[in-house]
């Protein structure tokens, strides 16, 4: 046996790792830094001219990053919210109070048999979850999650938006179709005709918000509403906002109107077939659509980004630039805080907690109290300093509180019938929306000095 | 035994044949397409490893029968008319209740025609308690209906009581109505619970099986297991009340009536499940009575037949309690009765408890059974209906039949009237509100 | 009715938020112990005494009482140790295969079992073609069988199962219940004739001092390896009182002498 094997053998697991990791490591980095010096400047100039190029590309990535994220967070609230709800606890065993449940999903789902059953039209099936998923996606572009951040600021941005909201009806009924199963058939026709039918009413009461704006535009809208929380549209338009979130409820199909997947009828409608990631994607699109609803609804109706209120104070952090410590400065920085740091609330740990945290532990756990507390810390200074952090924040609490409303309706309620559905929409929610069409452009005549525009 | 030895097939090779449905069954080439149509799987009927029914008939054994001919009903079913469908809602499903097989025949959504098929959960009852001693039976059929197994206990008993002329002590005939009824409250919330899991609420449920657990846990600590009791004996019952049964039970009705109010308020007054269950599945009351539906069912086109009222066994006619009844017959009402029901039952417990009379629990009998030769039927009120037990025994230690008359069986056979002219989606709220239980049907 | 979401709705979704807040029904369990009733008889468990040793001597009477034949056990025999399982035998114990293929009539290797001398299994079959396989004449065919063999083999307990397809947990228990049955090959066995004419000529005074000597009696367990048994029928042309040692009649024995020879059999002293 050489010198390796001999090492080799005699090293435990986590030595070997190491053996492996610090070398990898250390090369990975210098061939980072050398990257950066060589190839840095001429690379950041060719970025610096194609700006708009640029701004696309990290849009797009940035949106498809964001997606699976927000589907395991929203997964996982809408697990302990029901539960909650349902007086039991839900996931609690995996990850700290069951949060990597998600994450779990996911890779119970990623490591499922990948086949389509006999008769399947298989190039259709596997382009259903594409469509879906990419619809949600998409739809994601043109919403403002904070002053400056958003995907594309289109002069028709809510129409974009409804637009995208029809092609999921393609890929449902894509799925419905190309299975080979009555169940998925019913299904994925149900859901066209359910989606189509909400559109209208969708679209119609939103109209009112588009006349008091003056731009489809969802920055635009956004900025109407800019001010006290008085301004916001859901008290200029209280019959619109109704109508949108019932007719939202529709579109992201979720209970009390998911009889496109009422699973204790057609088994799974559309996605009775499907497995494994395929099945994932309709999953994480699902998701992704009480996501994006729900951002629109806070958008459009309560008031985006914008404070309830005018901040009182809004420091200017002027006097500190991060760049004029330089690389160098700032390594140094974030190596003597973390270690620091992390010694320091070892020890608290290791003092409160009694002898139970072991060496390891202990550090572990400073290291998290230290992230929280940092976080924190530089979370709290970006909310103060720049706008687009409190923008951002403001934005998903207003967000969020709609998501676990849904997440509500979701565990108390059951389920609407199809045709009860169709004639709620057809008979009710279209003339109500007409209604509050008519009365707003008659008040908007009515009040517009000079007439109207 | 070794098997019998079958004589060697006769072989014909055909070469030629063989080599075509080889190359038909294997992909031609690489370009051929992944998905093989259902004509092509099958093998040709050249095939050397096929034989026909011709074959086996002339040359080993005696001709085959013809399949039976289809029944009228079979036969009208089975055929579709324009633009219908078959829509197999299988035994394999979420919300049927256990293993029910329903084939409807849909046109777009609305159902035409159903036609159930039972019979995947039989477990042969009654023949194994043709084989079992007396004291086995008991423990034999308490799975029938496991969501009220003390129910199942009791005609049983009931009957094989009446084969022997035992007397039962009073005492163990108020246990026996206070553990019943106890359970029937179980068995009704879970009914709501799923029902509205099949009309798509996640809560109702979690909330009933809170309620059962608390209940099972209860009448754990009284006869000794959760769900399949094995406590009525023949004479009695199989155990005193304990201070922790009667601790658990105080607990329990101090807030059982707010709790079950406020559970059943959530779906009592909701639009949704009001509007889903409302006008579907009526079932009027000739047809009812025709049907021979008992129970919540009967009670909810208007007959007010209760069989603790009609043929009163046990200490039923010293207690006061009424009987709901409704007039509509609808699935909303097959509902309310049930909440209605469960008040009732909770009125029964309190007068249980205040006249609870002392002495034995369980009547002196022998220990090998022999009853005199003779017929007996036996029938309690369960939460699902009707409960009957006709047994019929031949002087041994064993019954020489035992026939079991279970609700759920009847109260299923009025699907096929009820479900033609509703849509898919009234499927499981007809199902759900007609309350089935799958192991009481199959036996 | 006007569908319009209203106080329905509403109040309903005012319960489940209310719900949202209050203590949950979970018990954690591995951290909290659920509250069990002291007659709850899901909790199977073997009890011990005060001493520490375990109770359950494995002798198969719950096997044979279940009514769903849901129990069987190991013992010393083929485990080394207790070890009793709750579950069909087709599951859990050693004669897992066995007992699945048991009602298919097949014979099934058993390397559990193969310690057990294999014996001449025709006699089992005669005997069970006898009683026509009938279970509820169990008795009867175990006590031919130890008339056959002079004990009661495992491998005709294990035939017997086979052929007639009642569980092995059953059969044994029967076996264990009478006294008089016995699993070892005694190394002598003593037949005391008690027909009417040895009676009159002393063979109770016999059986008595015989089975003093041994410390056994007539239909109880052997003792020291020697089992004492009744002749079933006197064997025509013998003396009485008729006393047979291994089958082969002893000479006229009085009640030292069957003392005393019992006593030699035993492996004591001659007094």
């Known amino acids: 046996m050489s010198f390796a094997t001999r ?13 492996i990791f610090i070398p990898v490591a250390i090369a990975a980095a210098v061939v980072t830094v050398g990257a950066l010096v060589l190839l840095g400047p001429p690379f950041l100039d060719f970025l610096g001219a194609n700006m708009p190029l640029v701004r696309f590309v990290v849009a797009a990535v940035a949106i498809l990053l964001l997606t699976v994220p927000t589907a395991f967070v929203l997964i996982y609230l809408e697990l302990k919210v029901i539960a909650r709800m349902n007086l039991r606890v839900g996931p609690n065993r995996i990850g700290p109070w069951g949060a990597a449940m998600s994450v779990i999903h996911g890779l119970k789902v990623l490591s499922k048999e990948d086949f389509a059953p006999t008769g399947t039209d298989v190039t259709v099936f596997t382009l259903a979850p594409v469509v879906t998923y990419m619809a949600s996606v998409m739809s994601l572009l043109v919403i403002p999650f904070a002053p400056g951040l958003f995907g594309q600021d289109f002069n028709i941005g809510l129409l974009f938006f409804f637009s995208m909201g029809g092609l999921t009806v393609v890929g449902l009924l894509m799925a419905g179709w190309s299975s080979f199963n009555k169940y998925s058939l019913l299904g994925g026709l149900r859901s066209a005709a359910q989606i189509i039918s909400y559109e209208i009413p969708l679209t119609l009461s939103v109209v009112g918000v588009i006349i008091l704006a003056g731009s489809m535009s969802m920055n635009r809208i956004v900025l109407a509403q800019s ?39 057609i088994v799974a409608g559309f996605a009775t077939e499907y497995s494994g990631m395929r099945f994932g994607f ?137 045709d009860q559905l169709m004639g709620f929409a057809w008979k009710w929610l279209l003339p109500a929306s007409l209604l509050n069409l008519f009365v707003t452009a008659a008040a908007v005549i009515v009040t517009t000095p000079g007439g109207a525009r | 035994m070794p098997a019998p030895q079958r004589p060697p097939r006769p072989h014909k090779a055909r070469p030629a044949a063989s080599a075509a449905s080889a190359s038909a069954a294997a992909p031609a080439s690489k370009g051929a397409k992944r998905t093989r149509r259902p004509a ?52 394999h499903h979420p919300a049927t209740h256990g293993v029910l097989r329903l084939v409807l025949k849909l046109s777009g959504e609305q159902i035409v025609d159903v036609d159930p098929v039972l019979g995947y959960l039989h477990r042969g009852v009654e023949k194994i308690c043709e084989n079992s001693d007396y004291y086995h039976v008991i423990d034999q059929v308490d799975p029938l209906e496991y969501l009220s197994s003390l129910f199942q206990e009791w005609p049983a008993v009931l009957s094989f009581e009446k084969l022997m002329d035992v007397q039962v002590p009073r005492r163990a005939e108020y246990i026996r109505v206070l553990s019943g009824e106890l359970l029937r409250i179980s068995s009704h919330t879970l009914y709501m619970g799923f029902l509205a899991l099949d009309l798509g ?95 919540g069912n009967l009670r909810a086109s208007g007959v007010p037949f209760d069989v603790r009222r009609a043929h009163p066994y046990s200490v039923y006619p010293e207690l006061e309690f009424n009987v709901p009844t409704r007039q509509e017959g609808d699935s909303l009402a097959r509902y309310l009765i049930r909440v209605d029901e469960i008040r009732e039952s909770l009125k029964i417990i309190d007068q249980c408890l205040h006249n609870m009379p002392d002495g034995p629990v369980m009547a002196k009998l022998p220990r090998l059974l022999r009853p005199r030769p ?61 309350d089935p239980v799958m192991g009481g049907i199959d036996k | 009715m006007s569908f319009v979401p209203g106080l329905g709705i509403a109040k309903g979704m005012a319960l489940t938020m209310r719900r949202f807040f209050e203590p949950k029904a979970t018990i954690q369990y591995p951290e909290t112990a ?125 035939r017997v199962s086979q052929v007639s397809g009642a569980p092995y947990a059953l059969i044994y228990g029967r076996a264990t219940y009478y006294s008089h049955l016995r699993f070892e090959k005694p190394r002598h066995t003593v037949a005391v004739c008690r027909c009417t004419a040895c009676l009159m000529a002393g063979a109770s005074r016999i059986a008595r001092s015989m089975g003093g000597a041994l410390g056994t009696e007539i239909g109880r367990p052997p003792a020291g390896g020697v089992a004492l048994e009744q002749l079933p029928a006197h064997i025509p042309g013998a003396a009485s009182p008729l006393v047979t040692l291994d089958g082969t009649p002893q000479p006229r024995l009085t009640a030292a002498a069957a003392a005393a020879l019992g006593r030699t059999l035993a492996g004591g002293p001659v007094a």
């Not at chain 1, 090492?7 to 053996?19: K, N, Q, Y």
């Not at chain 1, 200074?381 to 676990?404: E, H, Q, R, S």
Request: proline share 5%; charged share 20%.
């Open chain 2, 201 to 295: 609420g996640l809560t109702p449920i979690l909330y009933g099986f809170i309620e059962r657990d608390e209940i099972v846990e209860m009448l754990a600590a009284l006869t000794g297991a959760r769900m399949l009791f094995n406590y009525f004996r023949i004479g009695g019952v199989n155990g005193d009340l304990n201070h922790e049964f009667m601790s658990r039970l105080g607990d329990w009705m101090s807030r059982a009536a707010r709790q079950t109010e406020a559970n059943a308020g959530l779906l009592n007054e909701n639009e949704i499940f009001v509007r889903r269950m409302r006008g579907v599945g009526t079932l009027d009351r000739a047809a009812a009575l025709s049907y021979g539906v008992t129970g």
């Open chain 1, 227 to 265: 001010g006290s929380a008085l301004d916001w549209f859901v008290f200029k338009q209280p019959l619109a906002a109704l109508i949108f979130f019932i007719a939202a409820t529709a579109e992201a199909n979720r209970t009390p109107f998911d009889m496109t997947e009422a699973d204790s009828e």
């Open chain 2, 40 to 91: 092509e799987r099958q093998p040709s009927l050249d095939d050397p490893r096929i034989m026909l029914d011709r074959q086996i008939s002339s040359d080993l054994y005696e001709p085959i029968p013809p399949y039976p001919t289809r029944t009228e009903r079979e036969a009208e079913f089975y055929t579709l008319g324009d633009g219908e469908m078959f829509l197999n809602v299988g035994p």
């Open chain 1, 7 to 19: 090492t080799w053998g005699g090293m435990s697991s986590r030595a070997r790792l190491l053996a």
């Open chain 1, 282 to 418: 309709f999953f994480f699109a699902e998701y992704v659509n009480v996501f994006i609803v729900s951002a629109l609804i806070a958008t459009i109706f309560f008031g985006g980004w914008t404070a309830p209120f005018n901040w009182p104070w809004a420091y200017n952090l002027n006097w500190f630039h991060p760049l004029s410590i330089g690389i160098l400065g700032w390594v140094l920085i974030v190596a003597n805080v973390v270690l620091i740091g992390t010694v320091l609330f070892a020890i608290a740990a290791r003092l409160l907690g009694g002898r139970e945290w072991g060496l390891w532990d202990a550090i572990g756990l400073g290291f998290l109290f230290l992230l929280v507390v940092v976080a924190g810390l530089v979370g709290t200074a970006g909310f103060i300093a720049f706008d687009w952090v409190a923008g951002l924040v403001w934005f998903m609490a207003k967000t969020y509180f709609f998501v676990i409303t849904f997440v509500w309706m979701r565990a108390t309620l059951p389920r609407v019938r199809v």
């Open chain 2, 374 to 434: 003779g017929r007996a039927w036996g029938a309690v009120e369960g939460p699902r209906g009707m409960l009957g037990v006709y047994a019929i025994s031949d002087g041994s230690d064993q019954p020489f039949r035992f026939r079991i008359h279970d609700p759920s069986f009847v109260n299923l056979e009025t699907v096929t009237a009820l479900l033609p002219g509703h849509l898919l989606a009234d499927t499981m709220a007809v199902v759900a509100s007609l």
């Open chain 3, 34 to 158: 659920p509250d069990i009733a002291v007659r709850f008889r899901g909790r199977l468990q073997l009890l011990y005494d005060e001493l520490g040793n375990l109770k359950c001597e494995t002798c198969f009477q719950c096997a044979a009482a279940c009514p769903v034949e849901c129990i069987d056990m190991g013992g010393f025999d083929t485990k080394g140790r207790f070890h009793v399982h709750w579950g069909a035998a087709e599951q859990y114990a050693e004669r897992r295969e066995e007992s699945a293929l048991r009602r298919a009539g097949r014979p099934v290797p058993d390397p559990a079992y193969s310690r057990f001398d294999p014996i001449d299994t025709s006699a089992v079959d005669g005997i069970l073609e006898r009683y026509d396989f009938d279970q509820k004449e169990m008795l009867a065919i175990l006590e031919s069988i130890q008339r056959t063999y002079g004990y009661i083999p495992v491998a005709a307990v294990k």
